[in-house]
Each structure stands twice: as C-alpha cells, then as structure tokens.
C-alpha cells in the first residue's frame, strides 16, 4: 500500500510493483504472534495485498454471488478470500504457500466471522487443484500468470478471472477495470473451445440448405469462413467467445454485415440473427 500510494505513473506502478513482487523464495521464519511485513518474501512473489477499492472492483466485475467457488491463488492474508465471503456471500479458498502466512489468514476469516465459508490451503498455487472453481483471483506477475495459463483456459466455459495490475500475455482481457485511485485489474472470461468444422442452418442466405462454418480460435477471438452451398462465394467470419455465448458476423447475399448470436450446449450452437430475433440459428461441430 504504501509503495502504491507513492507511486502514481502507472506505467512505473506496474514496473515497480514487477520488482517488488518477484521474491527470492526464501521463508520467513515461524513466530509466535505472526504479522507479516509488506513486501515480504514469498516463493514465486512477495506479499503485497490488493487495495481495498480495486478488491471489491475485480469481485463485482466477476459478478460474484453465494452461488460461487472463489479461489484465491496466492492468498496472503485472506484479504480476497475474506471479501469474497464477506460482502460477496461465496465460499472461497485461498491457497498460500507460507505456512505462517496461511494460519495468519485462517485467523483473519475467523475475526472477520467468515471462518465457515473461507478455507486456507497452505500449498503451491502451482500444484493445488483449483479446477472446481468458479472464479479465480490472481495477484501474482505476468510470468506466472502466463505459467498458470494453459490451467486456466482448461477451467470450465464461463469461469471468470480476475487479476491486479498483471495481464495474461497473447489472452487478451474481456474487460479492464480501472479504480478512482488509479488502479488497475482485469478480467477473462475462460471461452468454449469451437475451433473446427461446423454445419449450420437457418441463415437466410442458406433457404433450406446447410452451410459449413470454418472456425479458427485464438482464446477468444473467432476468424474463419462460412462456405455455403454451391454457386456461392463463401464469406469470412469474425467472432468473440465470452465463455459458452458465441457471436459472429458474416456478409449476407446483399453485402450488408449481419450478427448471429447464441450459446454453445452440449457441443451444439442455439442462436438467432441480432437484427431479427425470429430467425433462428443452430449448428453442430462435424470435426
Ligand atoms: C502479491 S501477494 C497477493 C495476496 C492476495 N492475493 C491479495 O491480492 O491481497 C502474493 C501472495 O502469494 C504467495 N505466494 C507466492 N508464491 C506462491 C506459490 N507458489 N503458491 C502459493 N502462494 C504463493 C505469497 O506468499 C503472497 O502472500
């Protein structure tokens, strides 16, 4: 906290807080009445906690309910945890790897009231099971967010993600939030995995034939074609995933861009045309 309140180029904040935040893994030894410093070592990144303001922020952005599994990866003091439980209504894990650190914050959840909807885990963020999770907390650093990259694009369609200052490299953010104070997070939306073949049905331009939609997927942005039936040109597409709900657009007979929209399920695509609801649209992967 106090290094962010001297720093206020954000540019700097992020570079300062990269130097800050990398630990050299050693341990800070067991105390009887353990308080923790900031800017304490830890083993893949030191403790610094999230601002209060930009906390709450990452959590709404997240539309947290009581209906969520929230993991904090990296716990700290519980402040996540702690906040998920408290003002979200959701249960929450956090996982730390300093022992200290992790009894530290399983007192917080008890003085905070919450010690029945929070667990602390001490362990690795890198080896612990976080796979049930609805929503993921992160205040680690680009490149261990880029390790945890792969894990996380493998969670279920829709789990949201939400990191401080730190992005996600080549996966760009669904959406940034920034703080009055000038704090920075994000937010992903882990997308369905459509990238292939798929037939599809109920496009105007198609009548009663089917077409193919050729899609190919970069987390979750959507380029492709649409070939339709013979003597026609086949049509590039451009899309966006936000977890199960697909959208994308194509130029129909006319040359005017329309918009499909709809919902993955069980491997098959429900929707409609943006500019006319009516029209219904349905796909099914082939390959
Ligand atoms: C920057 S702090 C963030 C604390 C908390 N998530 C927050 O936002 O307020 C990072 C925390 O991760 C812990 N940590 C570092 N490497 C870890 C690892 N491999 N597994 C679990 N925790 C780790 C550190 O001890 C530290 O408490």
Redesign the pocket.
């Known amino acids: 906290m106090m290094i962010q309140s001297l720093i206020r180029c954000r540019a700097l904040n992020a570079f300062v807080l990269t130097v800050a935040?990398v630990?050299c893994g050693a341990h800070t030894p067991v105390a009887q009445d353990y308080q923790?410093s900031i800017a304490?070592?830890?083993?893949?990144?030191?403790?610094?906690?999230?601002p209060t303001d930009l906390?709450e922020r990452l959590l709404k952005a997240a539309q947290v309910t009581e209906k969520d599994l929230v993991y904090?990866?990296?716990?700290?003091?519980g402040?996540?945890a702690i906040l998920a439980a408290k003002q979200f209504k959701a249960t929450a894990v956090?996982?730390?790897?300093?022992p200290d650190?992790a009894e530290y914050a399983r007192k917080n959840a008890q003085r905070a009231g919450v010690a029945d909807k929070v667990t602390i885990i001490t362990?690795?963020?890198?080896k612990?099971d976080f796979s049930k999770a609805t929503v993921v907390?992160?205040?680690?650093l680009p490149g261990?967010n880029i390790k945890l990259r792969p894990t996380l694009l493998a969670m279920k369609p829709g789990t949201r993600i939400v990191s401080?200052t730190f992005t996600m490299g080549l996966w760009s953010a669904d959406q940034t939030i920034e703080t009055e104070s000038g704090h920075l997070g994000y937010l992903w939306i882990v997308p369905a995995n459509v990238e292939g073949y798929w037939s599809i049905s109920g496009l105007p331009d198609l009548g009663h034939a089917t077409g193919t939609l050729v899609i190919r997927q970069q987390y979750q942005e959507l380029n492709g074609t649409l070939q339709m039936p013979a003597g026609r040109v086949e049509q590039p597409i451009k899309g966006l995933m936000r977890g199960n709900e697909m959208t994308f657009h194509y130029r129909d007979a006319n040359g005017t861009t329309r918009t499909v929209t709809g919902k993955i399920e069980n491997g098959a695509f429900k929707g409609y045309l943006m500019h006319d609801p009516s029209i219904q649209i349905s796909g099914r992967k082939t390959s």
């Open positions: 935040l630990g923790p304490q070592e830890g083993k893949d990144v030191v403790w610094i906690p999230t906390a904090d990866l990296g716990a700290g003091d402040k996540i956090g996982v730390e790897y300093n650190m362990g690795d963020i890198f612990e907390t992160l205040y680690l261990l401080n």
